[in-house]
């Protein structure tokens, strides 16, 4: 079985040096060797692996796709163009896609399956969520008999070392990005992570799968976690929560009681009784529910070379067996065609913190603005006098357009001096 490899950075040299120490076992796994035939890259001169021969290296990335000699075309580069133009032509070409590209997958997966459905080809991409976690296939194969009703992850590990880092130590927002960054856990602009856009592609992703709808990054709504304080993180504790950058996807009834679907990615509080508290460092761990099956949990490293090739070359050994023995892998589930619930809609809980004037009746006029919206309030905790008087109030759950109309109204009262943080819960009742 032939190879071809477009891009050779992080992931894609850890993928050659697997496929060289890993040959004798993996061919005993296929059936047949495996042969990798060219490498396709921007800068060929660049040091890479000692063991990569220099001849296999190309700039010529379209012309090594239509190469008659290769079977598998494996895409660790990113982005969305050129790699889109590669792979459609690979898939309509009926050669077999192995890509861990999940910003290309969130956009525009769909042209990406209905290529592979043209040219009858296999795409896999489990690399493109929580890394060497086995997490894709579960829900494309394994409970594909099962109806999955919600999925809630950590699936981003520069985010989860900020936030543990805050939790463990007390630290701020740039202190804990600072100390990520030295540790080589974030990117010099470590937009993508922090503001949610990372997160919210495989949330997009995950939600396809889950609920056999095509789901776009465009359908996600998504909140960074930059606005995360030492403050929040000490109110968390003394409710007993910690705060995670969650990926949520819920199938229900929207308000008129069509089945539908919401995705959101935001930094919530979470119990530390739940599963996900225990979620340290960069680790990742992917929560699902589904009716037949009840709770499991997805957990392990999702990010770094090493990680992310283990489960390209998973990808790999299940397409070249399907194309040694004539079969192909399920194709896209996307029957259900639900339509996306807008983040107005959701039911969430909020975790409102106030800076007030410290006189009487300020938490009567405050309690009246969250009557006059519907929503109804779980605790109050009131703290401080004069210029430190506090309110930290906790929602039970309320659509989130009814809650966001709250919020700005609170912000127009003359007693409110300003407004902490606004933060949802997630968990717990």
Partial sequence: MRLALLGCGTVGTEVVRLLHEQSADLTARIGAPLELVGIAVRRPGRQRGSDIDPALFTTDALGLVKRDDVDVVIEVVGGIEPARTWLTEALTAGKSVVTANKALLAEDGATLHDAAAEGGADLYYEAAV????????????????????????????????????MDATGAGFGEALDEATELGYAEADPTADVEGFDAAAKAAILASLAFHTRV??????????????????????????????????????????????????????????????????AFNAVFVEAEAAGQLMFYGRGAGGTPTASAVLGDIVAAARN?????????????????????????????????????????????????????????????GREDDATLVIVTHGAPDANLAATVEDLRSLDIVRSIASVLRVEGGS
């Fill in 130 to 165: 929580a890394g060497a976690i086995p997490l894709l296939r579960p829900l494309r194969e394994s409970l594909h008999g099962d109806r999955v009703t919600r999925v809630t992850g950590i699936v981003n590990g520069t985010t989860n070392f900020i936030l543990s880092s």
């Fill in 216 to 281: 776009t990054a465009a359908d996600v709504f998504r909140e960074g976690m930059t606005g995360v304080t030492a403050a929040d993180v000490a109110s968390a504790k003394e409710m007993g929560c910690t705060i995670k950058l969650l990926c949520i996807a819920q199938r229900g009834p929207d308000s008129t009681g069509t089945d539908s679907v919401s995705v959101r990615v935001h930094p919530a509080m979470i119990p530390r009784s739940h599963p996900l508290a225990g979620v340290g460092d």
């Fill in 323 to 383: 194309r040694l023995s004539g079969t192909r892998a399920p194709s896209e589930s996307s029957y259900a065609h639900l339509p996306i619930r807008p983040i107005g809609e959701s039911v969430t809980r909020y975790h409102i913190s106030l800076d007030v004037a410290d006189r009487q009746g300020v938490l009567a006029t405050v309690a009246g603005v969250f009557a006059k919206h519907e929503v109804s309030i779980a605790t109050v905790r009131q703290s």
